[in-house]
């Protein structure tokens, strides 16, 4: 009854006294300019909701949810008072579709996906507050979260969740101001990072689909924070194409509490990049890398790569990273870039001349391309070599006796899980291969870092 049009003169429009539940179809024609105010009631819909051209839908501090199981349309041609307050999503099957003439669609609490898809159809959803989601989100239009205070994200740990083109464009008026949080590990089909802020990821690890990550020239002001360990999730973003050379490939526009920390791939004058396609993963590390040597100097920096790109010719394919002090001010040591690959520190990479970095902001790696390494700089002082060039890989040993001590030489092996016992057990620059039996035999691997 509350979402029928009148006509009597000097009656007020309808407003719900209770939460509403449309089983089928919620239609505010244009007849009569009707308005239907939710009086801050919940709004369920089923069906299909039209607002046409001339009407008014005021919802108040409610939530307006749509619940059916199949595909349904939002369709506004006419009026939402204020915007939606929260606006949920929440559809065991099927698709909602954004559509009608007004372009923008405006939440001023919270977004929710709960369940299902949400296509925006082209639409810009401007939401206020923060966002939630375990379904996905998708369409050619984009969510923009254009508060002027901080905005959260989180995703269901369950299932995929997603969202489609992503856009901050903060309101505030300090640049560098945090101003959306990452909550979970997600993933974005584009991101936009249009106002001068900060899009801090923390420990989790945020996935963009679509390559290059856009708004504006990236800073201090305007990156993504992550916690700087080296366990984090960091930036993923997706690769393909075939690069001329002299191009760049992709920007991950990262940093730590330390600073600004970017990370640029691209072609150098040897040739193309080949035919890209995957995913690529930089972890930006607020320390020293663990296979520094004692008594060395090595920057209390590194970046950890990930990459599952294929179809890479490497040699044409160089890897920069911004790190601002190196080196320190010594001008007698110079410092030298080093790669350090699963299980070994290549030994070229470690004491190559040619890439001597002393007074440089840009750490540049050159025709290293996509391989899964860490990066760092260091300098040989006093006759000691920055980095270790071998990294020990100690296996736990199937045949210990239990119960097992880390600190026990018989619990490792150097050879494998079934390999004689090591002469010592692991130190600080070691790795570690333990085996776990239950539920299936998988192995994890660690670097044990310096406590």
């Not at 920069?320 to 001008?331: D, I, L, M």
């Not at 300098?379 to 990294?391: E, H, R, W, Y």
């Amino acid at each position: 009854m509350a979402a029928q049009p009148h006509n009597i003169v000097g009656l007020s429009s309808p407003i719900a006294a209770r939460a509403l539940t449309i089983l089928n179809d919620l239609n505010l024609n244009s007849t009569n300019s009707p308005t239907l105010n939710a009086g801050g009631q919940n709004v369920e819909v089923k069906g299909d909701f039209t607002i046409s051209s001339g009407a008014t839908y005021t919802p108040g501090s409610n939530t307006t949810i749509f619940s059916g199981t199949s595909a349904q349309a939002f369709d506004n041609s006419g009026t939402i008072t204020a915007g939606l307050y929260k606006f949920k999503v929440n559809k065991s099957a099927g698709t909602l579709n954004l559509g009608g003439s007004v372009t923008d669609y405006t939440v001023t609490d919270s977004l929710i996906i709960s369940q299902g898809t949400l296509d925006d159809g082209g639409m810009t959803i401007n939401v206020a507050g923060n966002i939630y989601t375990a379904g996905t989100h998708t369409g050619s239009g984009k969510i923009t979260l254009n508060a002027s205070v901080l905005q959260t994200i989180e995703a269901s740990s369950i299932g995929s969740p997603s969202l489609g083109n992503l856009e901050v464009n903060n309101g505030n008026g300090t640049a560098g101001f945090v101003a959306t949080q990452l909550l979970s590990d997600l993933t974005v089909n584009t991101l936009i990072l249009t106002s001068d802020h900060i899009f801090d990821i923390g420990v989790n690890g945020l996935t963009v689909n679509t390559n290059p990550i856009s708004g504006g020239t990236f800073s201090a002001t305007r990156m993504i924070l992550t916690a700087g360990n080296s366990s984090d999730g960091g930036l993923t973003v997706g690769i393909s194409g075939n690069y001329p050379a002299n191009t760049t490939i992709a920007v991950f526009p990262v940093g730590t509490a330390y600073g600004y920390t970017a990370t640029e791939i691209r072609t150098n004058a040897s040739g193309a990049s080949g035919n890209l396609s995957g995913n690529h993963t930089i972890i930006p590390v607020n320390s020293t890398h663990p296979a520094a040597t004692i008594g060395g100097f090595a920057i209390p920096y590194y970046w950890r790569s990930k990459t599952s790109i294929t179809g890479a010719n490497n040699t044409n394919i160089d890897i920069r990273y911004t790190y601002y002090t190196v080196p320190p001010s010594f001008t007698f040591w110079f410092f030298f870039t080093a790669y350090y690959h699963p299980w070994l520190i290549d030994a070229t990479g470690a004491t190559d001349m040619g890439n001597n970095v002393s007074s440089q902001s840009l750490v540049p790696f050159i025709g290293i391309g996509f391989i899964d390494s860490d990066y760092s700089v260091g300098a040989t002082a006093f006759g000691i070599s920055p980095f270790n060039l071998f990294v020990r890989t100690l296996y736990s040993r199937d045949a210990a006796p239990l119960p097992r001590d880390w600190n026990d030489r018989f619990s490792w092996s150097e050879t494998g899980h079934g390999g004689g016992a090591a002469v010592d057990y692991p130190n600080a620059q070691d790795n570690v291969c333990l085996l776990y039996t239950s539920p299936s035999p998988r192995d994890r691997t660690r670097s044990r870092m310096p406590s």
